[in-house]
């Protein structure tokens, strides 16, 4: 009797049951809203990566005619020097070097005809001519590394969200046995560790970014 009265209001309500509902129902309001943040989360590091898979079959695309170009190039140069109709002797063809030069890439023809003016031997290694031939490869491989990056954010970010998900659950575990305890004081135990979890859990989840 003097049991029920110091756990009843003078209207009868129970005030343990009453606690544990408000735990319960903004534990579940979180639940929601962290079970929904760490599905969008998700759905960001599944796009991240399929974009970085994407990224990076071109830049082995890209990579692998940048070699392509570069070796028919050498090939031409070669070819230009054994034969000499690019030198500056009497083998010298105009004719026949212009079709060498055309047959090259842009680049490479450029390379070639500033190596000749400059007396370099290899116009293939400058910066010039390697840039702009693998520059859309490494800059491929640059953007597949920067999906990956963030698809890797959003897979952290996805599991914090479940972590705070795994200790509000708690928080209904604790609130739901404590409203159907008969003994009062271990049932106030319950919620105070209920409350603890929450306003912990609450705050974990307010530090999260938001999707």
């Known amino acids: 009797m003097t049991d029920d009265v110091g756990n009843e209001g003078s209207d009868g309500l129970d005030y343990v049951e009453f606690v544990a509902a ?30 970085s898979v994407r990224a990076a079959n071109e830049a082995v695309d890209f990579l692998q005619a940048a070699d ?4 028919l190039d050498q090939n031409l140069f070669v070819a230009a020097l054994t034969s000499g109709v690019c030198g500056d002797d009497e083998r010298r063809d105009e004719t026949a070097c212009d079709q060498v030069l055309a047959n090259m890439s842009e680049e490479a023809a450029a390379a070639v005809e500033s190596s000749l003016a400059d007396g370099e031997s290899n116009p293939f290694d400058s910066s010039a001519y390697v840039d702009v031939l693998y520059g859309p490869g ?23 969200f479940e972590l705070a998900t795994t200790v509000l659950t708690a928080v209904l575990f604790f609130a739901g046995i404590a409203a159907v305890l008969d003994d009062r004081r271990i049932a106030w135990s319950l919620l105070a560790v209920s409350g603890v979890l929450l306003v912990g859990g609450v705050g974990y989840v307010l530090s999260l970014p938001i999707a």
């Open 22 to 51: 408000i735990l319960l129902g903004l534990a579940t309001f979180v639940i929601a809203w962290s079970t929904y943040q760490a599905a969008l989360w998700g759905g960001q590091q599944d796009e991240g990566y399929t974009e």
């Open 68 to 71: 392509t170009i570069r070796a």
């Open 138 to 160: 490494e800059q491929a491989k640059l953007t597949s590394e920067q999906f990956f990056e963030t698809a890797g954010g959003a897979n952290e970010n996805g599991d914090n």
